[in-house]
């Protein structure tokens, strides 16, 4: 009874399969049940050792106390215990669910004696700090149903285990980690000319531009693809047909939980939103679809898709755009560098060392040795990074 899959009893009970509604009745206090149960061992392991005993002293004398014990021992161990237990831990649903249907009436037969025992053991248990009724919930942590999910095997097809997986990772990760950053947001400025305006809806492979006056901090709305027919006329751009037909836009914090964002999209009707910061500039831009794609898997092509940021080289090394996402990076390699901090490559570099370099430098970042290829600026452009041998603080 006590080795029963409790979660796998509650599917049953809902099959509407009787043994589990059985069983499910007597484990709602298994205190009782292990009152009933110890009461009915009890009675009968004394009762056999009382009977044995007067008969082996009829038998043997005074000897057969000490034969009554040793064999009643091991017919009991035998017999009794270890080789019914040790079934039924193997085997629960099949001793468990036909004996509820003898341990169901037995309960309520020996209510008033099971009732009594467990008055007295429950009330010791109180008096050392423990409380019966406490913890019999169970509830599942997110870290034990990821065991669950992993351990599950053939059951569940490993698609499908790890969209599970990526659905109980958006809780450890917010927007600032899927993001597009503000330097590779694509959209149209309305201060630039007709001409370049219309070449970047002609070059766009996005559904919605963000829409800004003079600098990317200004955005003023988002213009829906499906709508570029109405700004279209004879003579080319209709301005005021463009600002007309914008959607306003749609601006949250920073450090917003993936999963919070999901649903703010969902019952807003929203499928885009600008990231800014507590001083309410722009940090990048995030779209429905950048969060799916953290459930799923990708299912769209990207220009910024990872194959054109990471090049793999003949020692096993690899060549990184500085610009690479973290993340990005760790899915496709299969590697572990720090996420918590800064979303780029070459952010996590800088950060690590705490100043811009003067030129070409090493240094090791949890056991990951980095080697600085190009510098453009203040960024960093290239990196080799060798893969994890063993982890270790950093050097540079």
């Known amino acids: 009874m006590m080795s029963l899959n409790r979660y796998r009893l509650k599917h049953l009970r809902q099959q509407k399969h009787r043994g589990a509604r059985r069983a499910s009745e007597l484990l709602q206090r298994p205190d009782r049940l292990i009152g009933l149960i110890l009461i009915g061992n009890n009675l009968v392991n004394i009762l056999a050792s009382a009977i044995a005993t007067v008969l082996a002293i009829r038998l043997w004398g005074d000897a057969g106390i000490a034969i009554a014990t040793i064999a009643l021992t091991l017919v009991i161990l035998i017999f009794a215990e270890i080789t019914p237990k040790t079934l039924a831990a193997l085997r629960p649903e099949r001793i468990a669910f036909p004996a509820s249907v003898i341990l169901l009436p037995l309960m309520k037969v020996m ?77 149209i400025d309305l201060d630039e000319d007709d001409d370049t305006i219309l070449r970047a809806l002609q070059t766009s492979t996005h559904t919605r531009l963000p829409v800004w006056r003079d600098d990317v901090n200004n955005i003023v709305g988002v213009l829906h693809m499906r709508n570029l027919s109405r700004i279209l006329d004879r003579q080319g751009l209709d301005r005021a047909a463009l600002e007309r037909e914008m959607d306003p836009p749609y601006f949250i914090p920073e450090g917003t939980p993936l999963h919070t964002q999901l649903l703010h999209f969902q019952r807003n009707k929203l499928r885009l939103a600008i990231v800014v910061d507590e001083y309410g500039d722009v940090m990048g831009i995030v779209a429905l679809e950048d969060i799916l794609e953290e459930i799923v898997g990708e299912f769209t092509s990207k220009l910024s898709d990872t194959g054109d940021s990471i090049f793999p080289q003949r020692d096993g090394s690899h ?51 980095l080697e600085v290829l190009e510098l453009q600026g203040n960024v960093v452009q290239s990196v080799r990074v060798s893969h994890p041998r063993r982890s270790g603080t950093r050097t540079n």
């Open 111 to 187: 209510y008033p004696v099971v009732w009594a025992v467990n008055f007295v053991t429950n009330g010791l248990m109180r008096l050392l700090g423990t409380d019966p009724a406490a913890g019999q919930e169970e509830h599942l942590s997110s870290e034990e149903l990821r065991t669950i999910v992993n351990e599950a095997g053939p059951l569940i097809p490993s698609a499908h285990r790890g969209m599970l997986l990526n659905i109980l990772d958006l809780e450890e990760m917010s927007v600032d980690d899927v993001m597009v950053p503000r330097n590779e947001v694509f959209g």
């Open 319 to 369: 060549l990184i755009t500085g610009g690479a996402n973290i993340r990005d990076v760790n899915k496709a390699l299969n590697w572990d560098l720090p996420t918590d901090g800064p979303k780029t490559l070459s952010g996590l570099i800088l950060e690590y060392l705490e100043s811009f370099p003067d030129g070409n430098v090493c240094l090791r970042i949890d056991g990951y040795q």
